[in-house]
């Protein structure tokens, strides 16, 4: 008898920063040309890039990162990390100079000051006349990729030529706002299919506030004039929102921890996890449900990449919360964006004649099918 066909799954490519993380715990910041004690001290492995990688790895999904790191200590200590969490790193390149690291200043009540030395990161050769920085089995890699993952903490002009390849490739781009804050070019935007900013992120961006849901929903709205099909807001605590072009928005409310250790990296394993269910073909509202698993997972240990869940323990917290457990969280949310909405002010999403938004889609519930109303739109819980 013939054994079943090998089922071969498209590479998740994450292209992207790392970073040697110097956590230094300090009273307070040194004054000019002052030697302070640090109370402790600890080098971490991490950079969004990496972190997402590592999280996608553990995740059990096929995974390369694309990266520089210099020649120093920094890089074996991110090496080792990565490798240890399963990534493929075949296209990890090393370059003159530091690896990229951050010194992380904590000091009490939790204010952090942050120094960053870019190095490796940003010390990607120039574009030379149109043609490309990556060779030409890197630039294969991401055309037959699954899902291509971006974060801004690499130059601008790479993350553009990546995307790039990728959108002739019809492979989708994630690009997760978080990085450095410099203006968004516009060029990026119009090739990504995934646009992931938090709130701030997204205020930022766009100029407007994202305070409230329906604040959310007109900034997202916003950028999908940009060129994004889609906007994947992270909201912290409160959850995320899904906005699809045409298509009703999907709110998936956090996976409550039971307790919060570090929330370091929750923002990189959702953008992750959410990748990787998207690849495994899973409909958007179960991708969401699977990040915020993920996510709210990583928030009960310290640091980012130590505190990512493998495939088992995603599994076993969802099966814990299924998804008709969460219709009382659900209620709740749909209670509390009422709230915030104002009734007598008109919204700002029915006042911008963008792609508004009819509906919010909440994840799920076949015994539910009334409609409730919210911002004025109408909610429509969905079967699965
Ligand atoms: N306290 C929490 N308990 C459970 N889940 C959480 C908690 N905080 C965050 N999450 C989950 O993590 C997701 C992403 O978090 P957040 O919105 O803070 O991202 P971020 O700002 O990009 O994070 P960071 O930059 O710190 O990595 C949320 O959508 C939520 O699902």
């Known amino acids: 008898m013939s054994s079943p066909p090998r089922i071969i799954q498209p590479p998740l490519v994450v292209v992207g920063s790392a970073n040697a993380d110097i956590y ?14 640090a109370n402790n001290g600890q080098t971490l492995p991490g950079g969004k890039g990496a972190n997402q990688a590592a999280c996608a790895a553990r995740l059990n999904y096929p995974t390369y990162f694309i990266g520089q790191v210099g020649k120093d200590n920094f890089a074996n200590l991110i090496r080792d990390s990565l490798q240890s969490s399963g990534v493929k790193l075949d296209y990890l390149g090393t370059v003159a100079g530091p690896t990229g690291h951050a010194i ?35 630039q294969q890699l991401i055309r037959r990729a699954g899902a291509v993952i971006l974060q801004r903490e690499v130059p601008d002009s790479l993350n553009i030529e990546v995307a790039k ?6 492979v989708p781009v994630v690009l997760d706002a978080g990085g450095i804050d410099s203006p968004m070019p516009p060029e990026l935007l119009k090739n990504v299919t995934i646009f992931s900013p938090n709130e701030t992120e997204l205020a930022r961006l766009t100029g407007m506030p994202t305070d409230t849901t329906e604040e959310v929903l007109a900034a997202a709205a916003k950028v999908q004039l940009l060129g994004v099909q889609q906007v994947l807001v992270k909201l912290g605590e409160k959850g995320s929102i899904l906005v699809n072009k045409d298509e009703p928005p999907i709110v998936q409310p956090a996976i409550m921890a039971p307790y919060v250790v570090d929330t370091t990296g929750a923002g990189d394993t959702f953008t992750a996890a959410y990748t990787v269910a998207l690849i495994e073909k899973q409909p958007p509202a179960e991708a969401l449900r699977f990040a915020a698993a993920a996510a709210s997972i990583c928030v009960r240990t310290k640091g980012a990449i130590p505190s990512m869940p493998d495939r088992r323990a995603v599994s076993q917290l ?5 998804a008709k457990e969460m219709k009382k969280v659900i209620a709740k949310f749909i209670e509390q964006v009422n709230i915030s909405g104002s009734d007598e002010a008109e919204s700002p999403t029915k006042r911008s004649n963008v792609n508004s938004p009819k509906k919010v889609r909440f994840h799920d519930f076949e015994d539910e099918q009334k409609e409730k109303s919210i911002l004025g739109q109408s909610v429509q819980p969905v079967s699965m």
């Open 24 to 37: 230094v715990e300090i009273d307070r910041l040194p004054k000019e040309g002052e030697t302070l004690a």
């Open 104 to 138: 992380v200043m904590l000091q009490p009540g939790g204010n952090n000051s942050i120094i960053i030395v870019g190095g490796a990161n940003v010390s990607w050769p120039r574009l030379d006349g149109g043609i490309s920085r990556l060779n030409e089995k890197a």
């Open 165 to 170: 390849i990728a959108k002739v490739s019809n």
């Open 318 to 322: 969802l099966e814990e919360h299924p």
